[in-house]
T-cell receptor, first 113, second 113 residues
């Protein structure tokens, strides 16, 4: 999973600020999944994207959260007006195809103060 | 119906023991069941995975047992070592769709030296 790069590894934001989390998939991978892990809990699916398309966003909160995976550059998970409850580890995973195994990055740990 | 229930929440064994972690699911459309290992501060790493057409799969010291009729599967770690101390997650997905995983809540394993 070292091939999936997430940055920053740690992010501290004050309530009301915006958080931008980046995920660079493994070389040759055009499919990206985002998951959120709250303390002491399992990972919860948020969104699945292919290049320039959102395929499944059934796990995304309806407000303040958005994701993109542009033709060039990393996938971005954006959280506007962060609240304390957004504090969590956010993981992305990438895959080479729709029906192939996904590999996880090391995560971004967001702390909202 | 989308849940995967995992037990126990935590487990302590002596070195050389065989910890067993159990998971149960409801959705019979699930057809891919991976186990992930996660060390503190790291992303989940795939350990071993099974599909419902087999009842057991071994990779090194890790074995998955699968009971399709009971909708249960379990992870056994043979000859456990202190280096196996980590959090283990089971997951399920429908690979006819994507690798969007439903994760269990995790089992924190500690192997005593």
């Amino acid at each position: 999973n070292a091939g999936v790069m997430q940055n920053p590894r740690h992010l501290v934001r004050r309530r009301g600020q915006e958080a931008r989390l980046r995920c660079s998939p493994m070389k040759g991978h055009s499919h990206v999944y985002w998951y959120r892990q709250l303390p002491e809990e399992g990972l919860k699916f948020m969104v699945y994207l292919q290049k320039e398309n959102i395929i499944d966003e059934s796990g995304m909160p309806k407000e303040r959260f958005s994701a993109e995976f542009p033709k060039e550059g990393p996938s971005i998970l954006r959280i506007q007006q962060v609240v304390r409850g957004d504090s969590a580890a956010y993981f992305c995973a990438s895959a080479s195809g729709r029906n192939t195994e996904a590999f996880f990055g090391q995560g971004t740990r967001l702390t909202v103060v | 119906q989308q849940q995967v229930k995992q037990s126990p929440q935590s487990l302590i064994v002596q070195k050389g023991g065989i910890p067993i972690i159990n998971c149960a699911y409801e959705n019979t459309a699930f057809d891919y069941f991976p186990w992930y290992q996660q060390f503190p501060g790291k992303g989940p790493a795939l350990l071993i995975a099974i599909r419902p057409d087999v009842s057991e799969k071994k990779e090194g010291r890790f074995t998955i047992s699968f009971n399709k009729s009971a909708k249960q599967f379990s992870l056994h770690i043979m000859d456990s070592q202190p280096g196996d101390s980590a959090t283990y997650f089971c997951a399920a997905s429908m690979t006819s769709g994507t690798y969007k995983y439903i994760f269990g809540t995790g089992t924190r394993l500690k192997v005593l030296a």
